[in-house]
Nanobody, 112 residues
């Protein structure tokens, strides 16, 4: 099976922005819902945001509402997570999940 690929992570200062991308290929990615999760050191993986393929309904964790925004390319193969007003507690590895398939993750480090 093909694994989605995350990119766009890196170090950033508090208050800054990053845009993560999750790219997949094949119809399984194009026609399925997708979600972002994150895992901070020593903590369990937690839900961040999701987007339904049909209708584009977006849902966000309370901790990121108003700061993070999802967008998807028209062909459905790439999903972006725009992260603004970043906080140190946003630090972690961000994972993309499409149709139950996890990517390898991309590290986001927010310094105060």
């Amino acid at each position: 099976q093909v694994q989605p690929v995350e990119s766009g992570g890196g170090p950033v200062q508090a208050g800054g922005s990053l845009r993560l991308a999750c790219e997949g290929s094949g119809s399984i990615f194009r026609f399925n819902d997708m979600a972002w999760y994150r895992q901070a050191p020593g903590k369990q993986r937690e839900f961040v945001a999701s987007m339904a393929r049909k209708g584009g309904l977006r849902e966000y964790a309370d901790s990121v509402k108003g700061r993070f925004t999802l967008a998807r390319t028209s062909n459905g193969y790439t999903v972006f997570l725009q992260m603004n007003s970043l906080k140190p507690e946003d630090t972690g590895i961000y994972y993309c999940n499409i149709a139950g398939i996890w990517g390898q993750g991309t590290q986001v480090t927010v310094s105060s």
